[in-house]
């Protein structure tokens, strides 16, 4: 089926389908987790900074956290609004993957930091999930 769209100020707005919606809602779901995480995990390292890993998670938290809270408003907007534009789909997926990926290298080191075992389970584990779902795609709600 065709996506319907209206012209308004010269760009094309896309009416947000029930699947879209729930795709949006997962990744709220998803950002939202990230970001409370982080929050935890940054409360935890800035009151006793130790070394260079402490500091290198800090900045690449500092990266995450306004990445996936834009991520995060803009699925909130596009849900509440009812339309999205292409442009901001994509800007949404690349500023996601970049969040998750600072977030996920700055867990690394967190953990890295605690024990080098547990550094490198987290990044075998990680690395693992990623190619899951480079495998199975993109995350996608059936209908």
């Known amino acids: 089926m065709e996506q319907k769209h209206v012209i308004v100020d010269k760009r094309k707005k896309y009416a947000v389908t029930k699947k879209y919606r729930d795709a949006n809602k997962a990744n709220m779901l998803i950002f939202g987790s990230f970001l409370a995480i982080s929050f935890v995990i940054l409360q935890a390292i800035s009151s006793t900074v130790k ?12 990266i995450a956290i306004p990445l996936l809270a834009g991520c995060f408003m803009n699925c909130m907007m596009e849900n509440s609004s009812g339309f999205y534009y292409k442009k901001w789909v994509l800007l949404n997926n690349l500023f996601g993957t970049v969040g998750a990926l600072c977030f ?13 075992a547990a550094g490198i389970l987290f990044l075998c584990a990680t690395f693992f999930m990623f190619v899951f779902f480079s495998l199975n795609g993109n995350l996608q709600v059936s209908s």
Do not use: K, P
């Open 51 to 62: 070394n260079g890993l402490d500091l290198a998670s800090i900045i690449l938290f500092a």
């Open 104 to 116: 996920y290298a700055a867990m690394v080191l967190y953990f890295w930091e605690l024990s080098l």
